[in-house]
């Protein structure tokens, strides 16, 4: 394996992220308006005194440096913050600031193979080996037994390579090795030294190596990077100005305005500065960056119709059951796109997301009409992390006040 280091932040990437929230309620689409994407509302209304208390208690509960949350409603736009954006520093938290989608990352990929379906220039029963072949063997992997579906709904069994990633989740060895690069051909071999976690089709499991895989396939399908093929099919149509990959920049930060980032790497240890970073390891599983009103507008023109035919849109929203490990949830999964049942009842859709340093919360209802993103600037290191922004979620989904 070849292992880059960079010792200088010449050239920037973004983003990985495991599952944190998820969601859904079936449902197909129309074009929505996008008159809404024009409207910063900040004013009072329906939802908006609970958003601001779940988003308060993420940060003075939980000890987050800051967080930010928009809720959209029809045409109305809430945005809350909490917090500050920079330690020891009274500067607030942008109501639109950038930061990393993480593994958010993957529902944007999954929507450019369904679109590559549409268009018959691949099919989702292929197998990877048809489009990477050897690329997936050994310890009992087979590229020849798994289809392009099993990856994009995590029922591969193909493992995931994040735990065999070098000095990446510790201090010491995220300060030394924080500006290295890993391509994605080496972060699938590193997945390939561990057996499957069961046989295609028998079990679910989320790995990052499935999107890396699909991100891979992409460019056979198409002789462009996935990168590429998301700015033209998603983030040109639907104007998203503010969404871009972070390895098509030259730095390993953020664009201003932004809050800064903090990761804990272990339980009660210290909060550690992360703004900068290059996160290549993440590449089609979670390098996007964005704001929230960007995020929004994609989940609206994703739901609403926009990017995918009707009977794409169902294939995607075609779910099997997802459980999170230690907890009792009805959570399932689509193509790069989890349900999950609201409290007040019926259910949302979204893909959460976390990076050294951010966490992505959110959820839709319906074609999009109503839904929150929240974005907290501090990953800490609990295992009940995610408990709040779950909260905040179903709270601003379920209109409470």
């Given at each position: 394996?070849?292992?880059?280091?960079?010792?200088?932040?010449?050239?920037?990437?973004?983003?990985?992220?495991?599952?944190?929230?998820?969601?859904?309620?079936?449902?197909?689409?129309?074009?929505?308006?996008?008159?809404?994407?024009?409207?910063?509302?900040?004013?009072?209304?329906?939802?908006?005194?609970?958003?601001?208390?779940?988003?308060?208690?993420?940060?003075?509960?939980?000890?987050?440096?800051?967080?930010?949350?928009?809720?959209?409603?029809?045409?109305?736009?809430?945005?809350?913050?909490?917090?500050?954006?920079?330690?020891?520093?009274?500067?607030?938290?942008?109501?639109?600031?950038?930061?990393?989608?993480?593994?958010?990352?993957?529902?944007?990929?999954?929507?450019?193979?369904?679109?590559?379906?549409?268009?018959?220039?691949?099919?989702?029963?292929?197998?990877?080996?048809?489009?990477?072949?050897?690329?997936?063997?050994?310890?009992?992997?087979?590229?020849?037994?798994?289809?392009?579906?099993?990856?994009?709904?995590?029922?591969?069994?193909?493992?995931?390579?994040?735990?065999?990633?070098?000095?990446?989740?510790?201090?010491?060895?995220?300060?030394?090795?924080?500006?290295?690069?890993?391509?994605?051909?080496?972060?699938?071999?590193?997945?390939?030294?561990?057996?499957?976690?069961?046989?295609?089709?028998?079990?679910?499991?989320?790995?990052?190596?499935?999107?890396?895989?699909?991100?891979?396939?992409?460019?056979?399908?198409?002789?462009?990077?996935?990168?590429?093929?998301?700015?033209?099919?998603?983030?040109?149509?639907?104007?998203?100005?503010?969404?871009?990959?972070?390895?098509?920049?030259?730095?390993?930060?953020?664009?201003?305005?932004?809050?800064?980032?903090?990761?804990?790497?272990?339980?009660?240890?210290?909060?550690?500065?992360?703004?900068?970073?290059?996160?290549?390891?993440?590449?089609?599983?979670?390098?996007?960056?964005?704001?929230?009103?960007?995020l929004t507008r994609?989940?609206?023109?994703?739901?609403?119709?926009?990017?995918?035919?009707?009977?794409?849109?169902?294939?995607?929203?075609?779910?099997?059951?997802?459980?999170?490990?230690?907890?009792?949830?009805?959570?399932?999964?689509?193509?790069?796109?989890?349900?999950?049942?609201?409290?007040?009842?019926?259910?949302?859709?979204?893909?959460?997301?976390?990076?050294?340093?951010?966490?992505?919360a959110n959820g839709?209802?319906?074609?999009?009409?109503?839904?929150?993103?929240?974005?907290?600037?501090?990953?800490?290191n609990t295992d009940?992390?995610?408990?709040?922004?779950?909260?905040?979620?179903?709270?601003?989904?379920?209109?409470?006040?």
């Open positions: 394996m070849t292992y880059i280091r960079n010792s200088a932040p010449a050239r920037r990437r973004v983003a990985l992220g495991a599952v944190t929230v998820a969601t859904v309620t079936a449902a197909l689409a129309m074009p929505l308006s996008t008159a809404w994407a024009q409207q910063d509302a900040r004013s009072a209304g329906p939802g908006r005194a609970a958003l601001q208390r779940n988003l308060d208690d993420i940060v003075h509960k939980d000890g987050v440096v800051g967080a930010q949350a928009a809720l959209v409603d029809g045409k109305s736009r809430i945005s809350v913050r909490s917090g500050t954006a920079e330690r020891g520093t009274g500067r607030k938290v942008p109501h639109d600031g950038y930061f990393r989608m993480g593994s958010n990352t993957k529902t944007f990929v999954a929507t450019v193979m369904l679109q590559l379906e549409a268009e018959g220039r691949l099919r989702l029963d292929d197998k990877v080996d048809d489009w990477l072949p050897g690329v997936v063997e050994g310890q009992g992997n087979d590229g020849k037994r798994i289809t392009v579906r099993q990856l994009l709904q995590h029922t591969s069994g193909v493992p995931d390579y994040a735990p065999h990633l070098p000095g990446i989740f510790d201090e010491e060895g995220f300060q030394k090795h924080r500006f290295d690069t890993l391509e994605p051909r080496e972060l699938v071999q590193l997945a390939m030294r561990d057996k499957p976690t069961f046989e295609p089709g028998k079990g679910w499991n989320y790995s990052n190596t499935n999107y890396i895989l699909a991100g891979m396939i992409i460019e056979k399908v198409t002789g462009r990077n996935w990168t590429e093929e998301v700015r033209s099919r998603i983030i040109k149509p639907l104007g998203l100005k503010h969404t871009y990959s972070a390895r098509e920049r030259a730095d390993f930060g953020l664009p201003r305005p932004h809050a800064n980032s903090y990761h804990q790497f272990k339980p009660g240890g210290p909060l550690v500065e992360s703004t900068e970073v290059n996160m290549s390891w993440g590449d089609s599983a979670g390098d996007l960056v964005t704001t929230s009103k960007d994609f989940w609206r023109g994703l739901l609403g119709g926009e990017l995918l035919k009707p009977k794409q849109l169902k294939e995607m929203q075609t779910t099997v059951p997802a459980p999170r490990e230690g907890r009792d949830t009805q959570e399932r999964m689509g193509l790069g796109i989890f349900w999950r049942p609201l409290s007040c009842g019926g259910g949302y859709w979204g893909h959460g997301g976390t990076t050294l340093g951010h966490l992505n839709f209802i319906g074609k999009g009409e109503r839904g929150v993103v929240m974005m907290r600037s501090t990953n800490l009940d992390r995610d408990d709040r922004a779950d909260k905040l979620v179903d709270d601003a989904l379920c209109k409470r006040k």
